[in-house]
Each structure stands twice: as structure tokens, then as C-alpha cells.
């Protein structure tokens, strides 16, 4: 997990708020991929993008979910109006190749929304 | 769509055996598997990995087998130590959907001494 840096670790928002995740890839990623963890569950795909791109976002909901990669800065996952539903273990992963062979993931962002 | 299947969600072994973790998949377009290990709290850890031309591959106190005709997968660890105890979730890549994994619900392992 070393390199691939989420914060924060721990965010609480009530509801109607939005909730910003942070996501800084390895060194020398351009690569970044989202995911996200319900109790007792796997972890589902949300989004894929490349620098100042979003490659494949066929996992994500279709309201209220944005996600973006500048080209300075981390990626950010973005939800608005967030709803008790919203309450999950957000990972973000990084590869420097677009096959994802090895995406190593980050420490992970436990969202509660209360 | 459940693509990818651990039906065990938990396993216990003792120190010094063999742990044998599975994993079925469904789509037949899935070119490479993957197993990470996670701790609570922690991110996911990759462990190791294998392409679908391949039947076996081994790391160590890892190996990871391919059944492709079953369409399955199987994580050895041998021998276990209570290190080892933690979540494993089996993982697969499209090669029509580069970059998107698709994740099992993960098996808890539990070694104990």
C-alpha cells in the first residue's frame, strides 16, 4: 500500500452534505482507479481515469457521483447529498499501466453518513 | 452480476498446514486473476497473480492455480502462519474493459497456532 495516499481515513457527514475523497497516486501513476467496499461485501469498480481524463465510468451512480484527476493536484471523488446508503470503505488504487496488472491501493476512506 | 465467486466466506486453518482459498468466475473474457490480502482497516494488498495462458504460478509460500475449462482458481498457502490471517479477495481483469477489476465478496482466513 506504500505510495497511494487517501484522506481522510475517516469522514462523518450528515445527511444532505456532500463528501469530498482524496486520492494521491503512486509516484510515477498516472493511473487511478476508484472502488468501493459495503459491509460484508467485495469491492465494487467505480470509475477509471487518466490524467485529466475519465476513462471508463460505468460504475458509478448516476447522480450525485463525480469523480475528476487533475492534471496538478490528487484525484477527487466527489458525492453530493449524501445519504445513509453512501456509508461505505472508499479505495482508491494506482497503476502505471493502463492494464492495471499491479494497482497497488490506498489505505482506503471509511465514509459514515450519520 | 456476481463475475467473480468466493463461496467460502470464512476458513480456518492451523499453523503449518495448507490453506486453499477458491475463486469461480463466469465471464469467459477474463484474461488475468488476481488475489489481494487485506488487513482491517487496511487497504488491499496485491499477493500474487496469474495470465489466463498460464496454469500455475508460485511465489514462495503462494501459488495460484487456473482451471480455465472449470473456469476457477485457487490461492495455496503453504505452509499457513497466523500472519497469513486476514481477507483474501480473488480478482479478475477484462481484456475488453482494461482497468477495471472485478472482486470477489472475499474469504476471512484465520490461522491458528
Known amino acids: 500500500n506504500a505510495g497511494v495516499m487517501q484522506n481522510p481515513r475517516h469522514l462523518v457527514r450528515r445527511r444532505g452534505q456532500e463528501a469530498r475523497l482524496r486520492c494521491s497516486p503512486m509516484k510515477g501513476h498516472s493511473h487511478v482507479y476508484w472502488y468501493r467496499q459495503l459491509p460484508e461485501e467485495g469491492l465494487k469498480f467505480m470509475v477509471y481515469l487518466q490524467k485529466e481524463n475519465i476513462i471508463d465510468e460505468s460504475g458509478m451512480p448516476k447522480e450525485r457521483f463525480s469523480a475528476e484527476f487533475p492534471k496538478e493536484g490528487p484525484s477527487i471523488l466527489r458525492i453530493q447529498q449524501v445519504v445513509r446508503g453512501d456509508s461505505a470503505a472508499y479505495f482508491c488504487?494506482?497503476?502505471?499501466?493502463?492494464?492495471?496488472?499491479?494497482?497497488?491501493f490506498g489505505q482506503g476512506t471509511r465514509l459514515t453518513v450519520v | 452480476d456476481q463475475q467473480v465467486k468466493q463461496n467460502s466466506p470464512s476458513l480456518s486453518v492451523q499453523e503449518g498446514r495448507i490453506s486453499i482459498l477458491n475463486c469461480d468466475y463466469t465471464?469467459?473474457?477474463?484474461?488475468?486473476f488476481l488475489w489481494y490480502k487485506k488487513y482491517p482497516a487496511e487497504g488491499p494488498t496485491f499477493l500474487i497473480s496469474?495470465?489466463?495462458?498460464?496454469d500455475k504460478n508460485e511465489d514462495g509460500r503462494f501459488t495460484v492455480f487456473l482451471n480455465k475449462s472449470a473456469k476457477h482458481l485457487s490461492l495455496h498457502i503453504v505452509p499457513s502462519q497466523p500472519g497469513d490471517s486476514a481477507v483474501y479477495f480473488c480478482a479478475a481483469r477484462s481484456g475488453s474493459t482494461l482497468g477495471r477489476l472485478y472482486f470477489g465478496r472475499g474469504t476471512q482466513l484465520t490461522v491458528w497456532p
Open positions: 496469474i495470465s489466463s495462458i498460464k
Open positions: 465471464n469467459s473474457m477474463f484474461d488475468y
Open positions: 488504487a494506482s497503476s502505471a499501466n493502463r492494464g492495471n496488472t499491479e494497482a497497488f
